[in-house]
Nanobody, 125 residues
Framework: QVQLVESGGGLVQAGGSLRLSCAASGRAFSSYHMGWFRQAPGKEREFVAAVNWSGVSTYYADSLKGRFTVSRDNAKNTVYLQMNSLKPEDTAVYYC??????????????????WGQGTQVTVSS
């Protein structure tokens, strides 16, 4: 079992930045690839970014490349999502999730076994 707790969400003006954190507890953090997803009101959940177990490989939704950066610190059992140049359309609940090492389709929610409760990000215009 892995427990995931997101933090760092909040209200920010368009053009601003936020850094989300996701703290993991339970089984060895480095045994999982980690992903970020988001869900806006009335919309389906969408993939944001993922990082492999070691932090060497990252993967992003095409529409978010260049603005968002995912990273992890295995010594702190934490994964981060740095979000820059935020836009009102980035408003959503952001979730972190953990996938087993055998996972290959990091953008697919079904690959992830554990999910956090989410943190709200609101970007005002």
């Amino acid at each position: 079992q892995v427990q995931l707790v997101e933090s760092g969400g909040g209200l920010v003006q368009a053009g601003g930045s936020l850094r989300l954190s996701c703290a993991a507890s339970g089984r060895a953090f480095s045994s999982y690839h980690m992903g970020w997803f988001r869900q806006a009101p009335g919309k389906e959940r969408e993939f944001v970014a993922a990082v492999n177990w070691s932090g060497v490989s990252t993967y992003y939704a095409d529409s978010l490349k260049g603005r968002f950066t995912v990273s992890r610190d295995n010594a702190k059992n934490t994964v981060y999502l740095q979000m820059n140049s935020l836009k009102p359309e980035d408003t959503a609940v952001y979730y972190c999730a953990a996938a087993a090492l055998r996972a290959r389709r990091w953008s697919e929610g079904y690959e992830y076994n554990y999910w956090g409760q989410g943190t709200q990000v609101t970007v005002s215009s």
